[in-house]
């Protein structure tokens, strides 16, 4: 039983650094560990997320969601956050975690192990604060729509997708309407 250190990074597009250390027990499980997180940046818990254990390049690597969006079994679900405890994914001194809280926000807030202590600590702790987080809802949804495939453009007055499936009228000749 040991406590862990992690600095918790907000992804943002100002050059303000925001961050927070916050001093938790191995054995919490990741669903602790993400409610303190919105409690020291002051964000609600209302919105879906997930962790990702990552790399030094902070490449996704297995996903650890809030809850289970699965319909029956499939081999491929994320694990969830209640189930899985911390110390299950530290494989580095400096083990590197993604969080994605919001998925529409993009919220984003990269976590990096920094330092361990021999005492487990009863509760977790923020340690550390610097910077002023921003407003939950200062990020709106439509900020992130040049992260989403698809173009507006090739929408018809009906919504619906304009596609090409390179058949000519010729290709359609032989079908009589009305014979079946």
Known sequence: MA???FRVL???ETKKEVFRDILISDETNFEVLYQTILESYGFSGDQMASFYISNDDWDKGQEIALTDMTFGEDPDAPLIMLDEQIKTFIEQPDQKIILVHDFLRLWIF???LIGYEKENPENPSVILA???A????SRSSEDNDDLFIGDVEDEDEFGFDEFDDDLSD??????DDYEY
């Open 3 to 5: 406590g862990l250190k």
């Open 10 to 12: 907000l992804d943002s």
């Open 110 to 112: 990269l976590i990096e």
């Open 130 to 132: 610097v910077g002023e």
């Open 134 to 137: 921003p407003k939950e809802d």
């Open 170 to 175: 010729e290709d359609y000749s032989n079908f």
